[in-house]
């Protein structure tokens, strides 16, 4: 049973780019959560989707978009990138109303 | 909004000392979770408690609800435990407010 896939793994983007990353959730799991962890620091919740909408949204800007699909998997989109937007970007499923979450091994994206 | 502290920032054992990491935090919750994150960055569920203690192997998580304080232990360290473990705790919507984590390094 395979845990939460994201996708790709790394990636390099110039700022000013737009980037998209993808994020399969754990088999049985419609709860995914988007996080951002800065180097050095804890992760921040960027936002969570359930039933295909946007449930719950950290202090991110608007640059900062997502989206869900009816298989559950979900897309994290980031506009007019900038040098600060250099981070790992992690995904966590979880079932339903449940507290137990999986997580993705994340995608490093670096900003140039 | 919940604050998590989590000390110390980074800790240094030999192989086979006994160690604690400790966790607080400012607004009473349900569950709190113990991750462990290795180089590279996948994080790992090790625990989800949500009152007293839960032991797998050599790593026991405590919790006391009524201080808002939890601790990690992992007895006989071994260099594969080196890694930064963090706690984390849920918000009114599930989302996760993380400690900024403890970096282990075990040496040999």
């Known amino acids: 049973d395979a845990g939460v896939t994201q996708s790709p793994t790394h990636l390099i983007k110039t700022r000013g780019q737009q980037v998209t990353l993808r994020c399969s959730p754990k088999s049985g799991h419609d709860t995914v959560s988007w996080y951002q962890q800065a180097l050095g620091q804890g992760p921040q919740f960027i936002f969570q989707y359930y039933e295909e909408e946007e449930r719950q949204r950290g202090n991110f800007p608007d640059r900062f978009s997502g989206h869900q699909f009816p298989n559950y998997s979900s897309e994290l989109n980031v506009n007019a990138l900038l040098l600060g937007d250099s981070a790992l970007y992690l995904c966590?499923?979880?079932?339903?109303?449940?507290?137990?979450?999986?997580f993705g091994s994340g995608t490093r994206l670096t900003v140039v | 909004k919940n604050e998590v502290e989590q000390s110390p920032q980074n800790l240094t054992a030999q192989e086979g000392e006994f160690i604690t990491i400790n966790c607080s935090y400012s607004?009473?919750?349900?569950?709190l979770h113990w991750l462990q994150q290795h180089p590279g960055g996948g994080i790992v569920s090790l625990f989800m408690?949500?009152?007293g203690k839960k032991k797998h192997g050599r790593l026991i998580a405590t919790i006391n609800i009524q201080e808002k304080h939890s601790s990690l232990h992992i007895t006989a360290s071994h260099p594969r435990d080196s890694a930064v473990y963090i706690c984390?705790?849920?918000?009114?919507?599930?989302?996760?407010?993380f400690g900024s984590g403890t970096q282990l390094t075990v040496l040999p």
């Open positions: 984390a705790v849920p918000g009114s919507a599930r989302q996760l407010t």
């Open positions: 408690l949500s009152s």
């Open positions: 966590a499923s979880s079932p339903g109303q449940s507290w137990g979450y999986t």
């Open positions: 607004v009473g919750i349900s569950a």
